[in-house]
């Protein structure tokens, strides 16, 4: 269900917490139950909207330490970076005298912005996600209090305040800065923003599927010299006059940065949390193509969606295995956070019945299964691979040179 404005106010009143409260002391379970018990405590509408928040809260715990004491709407938490990846993104705007959190949506973000900015304004042009966002903060570990001006938080080290806005981002630059107390600060100030993207995946990639369009938040650097814009990692990158930074979080590519104006200090870049180093393409770079080695290495996805992997072969003294596929190779053992490295056992030109046998041979029957290019899904190719033992190993499925083969090997 999507929670209104109006229950999130009955959630926030005495009764409310006291209900969120007690779900939260409620194992996870079958849910009807407890809506038939605390129904005869509570109406039937403030139940089924404190059972909503407290399973976002439960899946926002992947994300935010303090998860339980936060607000969120389902669309709003699937959109919110991690706090590795907002504080990573934030680090960029220390010491700027003022910092404007465009899309401010319930916070994500705006939460390790007011932990570096002097002065901070949020807007968005949702009532509901505005009002969530000014909960989080209040509740964040920052201590923020009230200022002296209504509906606004003074942030931590007592420098300025958060001001909390609703507008439409598009209207509210440049005229709406006008009529804040900062308005004279943005032309030293930063810009972050937000842009909501459509639900289908396919339109991650297209820069007309972001409201406000990419083609807006390009012009703000005409207001404001440093401005980053978040965007998704499947988005077609090409084109776009800024730093492309790519963050992944354990190996898993969470979103994209686009960085411009004065922020700009690469073409494109991979960042690898929570390690937190980078590669970018200052640097020379090669076509090189091979043989498969004694090893085979696995690129961090930020560094494939970065386009970094021409870079990441002279990096690190590799090749490739096919001009198409994201594998590395090479004689000797490579230990780097941008590469999780194999152990080659076999090569088998594809052919079920060769695997098979193989397996046999080493007596494997626990399997990982890769695959990049590769004709049968990992699903598919299980369902047809014999258990010979206990043995395990990686199966990596790809092809090398235009032709499919299957790995046996071992993860280092």
Known sequence: MAITLEQYHALRTEAGETLLARLAAEPPSEELPLLERYRREYPADLVAAALEMTRLRRKAAAKFRHAETMWFTRDRLEMASSEAVAAHVARRFAGLPLVLDLCCGIGGDLLALTAVAHRMVAVDSDPLALAMARANVEASPHSLSPSTSPGNLRLPRGEGVVEFIQADVVQFIPDGLALTHFGRLLPAGGIFVDPSRREARSAARRPDAYAPPLSWCLELTRCCPHVAVKVSPALDFEGFDAEVEVVSLHGECKEAVLWLGDFRTAGRRATLLPVGVDLTDDGPTSEALGEIGAYIYEPDSAIIRAGLLRRLVVELNLRRIDPDIAYLTGDASVASPFVTGYLVREIIP??????????????????????RGFPLTPEALRLKLKRFGDNQATLICTRAMGKPIVIIADRM
């Open 350 to 371: 594809w052919s079920l019945k060769r695997l098979n046998a193989a397996l046999a041979s080493q007596k494997i029957g626990d399997v990982t299964i890769k695959k």
